[in-house]
């Protein structure tokens, strides 16, 4: 099999209660367990990317918090691989490169948070990578933004990250969309 699904931090700060809860995460985590459980149906290659924050000042995602843990929806069960990183992209200063390849992957199926940021970095890096990417897009949230004091609701983020990843980046599909290829 030459797909694989990538879980991007799916943790426990960006829950209600957590220390950067998102808007929408609750449901895009439930998508995201439905994606998880069709490729362990499969026996399917899973890599779950654990964010730990490391630069100075961070508020979320501590090392040896709950908040950093991976959420009970789509915890690592069994041989399941787990990746930390340390930055936005997932690829970056991890060897999720070298263990997609040597695991034959051609596809990945990308779903996590945040979407302006975690999700975006990443799947460009697959693709600039050569891999062949597919977002989920309603597995996916983010929070609202401010910019020259103007707030961006998060639904306007997410949709404009989602259109500028659709073209060359990624396919963007839904949850139910993919399920059902």
């Not at 439930?30 to 490391?54: C, M």
């Not at 990443?122 to 693709?127: G, P, V």
């Amino acid at each position: 099999m030459d797909q694989a699904l990538i879980l991007v931090d799916i943790q426990n700060d960006y829950f209600p209660n957590g220390t950067m809860e998102l808007v929408g995460m609750s449901n895009a985590s439930h998508n995201a367990s439905r994606t998880l459980e069709s490729f362990r149906k499969r026996k399917a290659p899973i890599y779950h990317i654990q964010h730990l924050s490391i630069r100075p000042g961070a508020t979320f995602f501590l090392p040896n918090t709950n908040g950093a843990k991976h959420h009970a929806t789509v915890y690592p069960v069994g041989k399941e691989v787990v990746i930390q990183k340390n930055f936005p992209n997932a690829f970056r200063a991890t060897d999720l490169e070298v263990q997609l390849r040597e695991a034959g992957i051609k596809q990945v199926i990308i779903v996590g948070a945040m979407s302006h940021m975690c999700i975006d970095a990443t799947t460009r890096a697959a693709f600039d990578l050569g891999f062949d990417c597919t977002v989920l897009e309603d597995a996916c949230a983010t929070r609202d933004l401010e910019f020259n004091g103007s707030i961006v609701p998060a639904d306007q983020v997410h949709r404009s990250f989602m259109a500028a990843l659709a073209a060359p980046y990624a396919n963007i599909i839904s949850t139910a969309a993919h399920l059902d290829e």
